[in-house]
């Protein structure tokens, strides 16, 4: 997380929850990070799940940051997909 964001992040909660949520892959490897702020304060996190590690059975840092935010995901998917994240995989989808 950029330096000093996790004070905006904070701030910015004070209006209800805000997660930053980052998830870098190449070819199905990767890492994800994730933090939820509530309150001004911190409520989860932040979380990190190394390259090559398997997620813990509580689930990857972003479904477990999406899930505090109150996301459902439905059989068959994950809170990733269940809000639309899986559209923008990669930046120059969304950056424009």
Known sequence: ???????????WSAGG??????AEY???VG???AAVWEGG??????????????FPPA??????AL??????ARAGEDEFSAVGLHRH?????WVA
């Open 41 to 54: 304060a911190l409520v989860l996190g932040p979380l990190h799940a190394e390259e090559g590690r398997p």
């Open 26 to 28: 190449f070819g199905g």
């Open 1 to 11: 997380m950029p330096g000093g964001f996790d004070r905006v992040l904070a701030g």
């Open 89 to 93: 995989r990669t930046s120059g989808g």
């Open 17 to 22: 929850p805000v997660a930053y949520v980052e």
């Open 59 to 64: 689930g990857s840092p972003v479904s477990r």
């Open 31 to 33: 890492e994800q990070r």
């Open 67 to 72: 899930r505090r935010l109150g996301v459902a």
